[in-house]
């Protein structure tokens, strides 16, 4: 079988006609990139934003296009909205809104996603980097397996993922239909991530619109199945991927992730009124590296200070989940792709995010969140 190389795809592009000009794709300048890992591929269209919509079928005869050469396992193209004519135009608010199996559908309303089968959806998030939220989200999604919940663990940190390593995956996501990925499956998780796709030592140069197109593929064209949460790991701070997250998604909630120093707290009272002004459930915030507890004679020593993230919750009126210890054993077993509740089931701190876990899926079982419509932006 000849190698897949993207000369040879850039020459099946050429084979697609842009209606508007009635030039190819490649001719026309539309087509941005092309990414190829172990049989699938994932093509760019920069195009105009007055012409999304109307570009949707081009989109999808690109995929076609490329589906149909040998060697190829799967096939997307997502348009990014970076090009504009002189003067630039209103944004005509498209949507890259398109199904591309039964697993999940678009529908109205801006171009709502609805991952079909998942009761509730719950993001992960912190107002900086260096808080420990990935192996928060982590932990605590492995916590509600534990507790006998089927769950979904969504990697949604598209420049820094973090999921290959904490979680040992190796392989390639694979595709019975050619059209959705299967999630890998760690630990009783059904997980997806950029990283199980991309190199891990590949940068992801990616502008805002490419990052949102590729976190709505990750929800959209993945078969979570029938899960009762899926937990997405987001990135820090308050950009793209949480926005494109909170607006197009009915999450059911957020879970809050800080250290106890004033510094962390600031930003994650950012990240906290995010969610609110796009109306989306605050279901509590964890203090990550509460205290310092020595692995070897077992004193506690409160490094960051402590009860700052407690008294934060307090204070703006959302639950406080638990406090998390900085302990070597939480970050060897993450970095060795083995999470500490699994690792080490029966272990005090396994505890601590199990009895977080329980707190989360309380809240959601009280709230009945997952029919919550997706909320509009409005920014004053």
Not at 138 to 146: E, H, P, Q, R
Not at 198 to 209: A, C, K, L, Q
Not at 343 to 370: E, F
């Amino acid at each position: 079988m000849a190698e897949l190389t993207e000369s040879a795809i850039r020459k099946v592009l050429e084979t697609v006609t842009d209606p508007a000009t009635g030039g190819n794709v490649v001719a026309s300048g539309l087509l941005g990139g092309i990414a190829i890992r172990g049989g699938h591929v994932a093509i760019t269209l920069d195009v105009d934003p007055a012409r999304g919509t109307a570009l949707e079928p081009l989109r999808q005869a690109c995929e076609q296009a490329v589906r149909a050469m040998a060697g190829v396992l799967s096939a997307t193209a997502v348009m990014t909205a970076e090009r504009a004519a002189a003067p630039p135009p209103a944004p005509a608010g498209h949507s890259h809104g398109h199904n591309h199996g039964q697993g999940a559908k678009t529908t109205g309303g801006g171009g709502r996603i609805d991952v079909h089968g998942v009761k509730h959806i719950i993001a992960v998030a912190s107002g900086k980097g260096g808080v420990g939220k990935s192996t928060t989200a982590v932990n605590l999604a492995l916590g509600l397996v534990a507790n006998g919940i089927s769950t979904g663990l969504l990697d949604a940190d598209i420049y820094g993922p973090s999921m290959p390593r904490m979680l040992g995956v190796t392989e390639k996501p694979e595709s019975a239909d050619g059209k959705q990925l299967k999630p890998i499956e760690r630990y009783g998780l059904r997980t997806m991530s950029i990283g199980y796709i991309v190199n891990e030592d590949t940068p992801m140069i990616w502008r805002g619109p490419m990052v949102s197109s590729a976190l709505e593929q990750m929800l959209r064209d993945v078969q979570w199945g029938e899960l009762d949460v899926l937990v997405v790991d987001m990135p820090p701070g308050t950009g793209d991927a949480q926005l494109t997250l909170a607006q197009r998604v009915a999450l059911a909630g957020a879970v809050i992730v800080s250290t106890p120093q004033d510094i962390a707290l600031v930003d994650a009272r950012k990240g906290l009124n995010m969610f609110r002004k796009v109306a989306v459930p605050v279901l509590g915030i964890v203090e990550n590296m509460s205290y310092f507890l020595c692995p070897k004679c077992g004193e506690r020593a409160e490094i960051f200070g402590h009860g700052g993230a407690r008294e934060e919750a307090e204070k703006l009126g959302v639950p406080f989940l638990g406090e998390v210890p900085l302990h070597l054993d939480i970050r060897t077993t993450s970095d060795s792709g083995h999470p500490i509740v699994v690792a080490q089931p029966d272990s005090p701190h396994s505890q601590v995010y199990k009895n977080i876990a329980g707190r989360v899926w309380k809240q959601l079982s009280a709230n009945q969140r997952g029919a919550r419509k997706a909320p509009t932006i409005v920014v004053r």
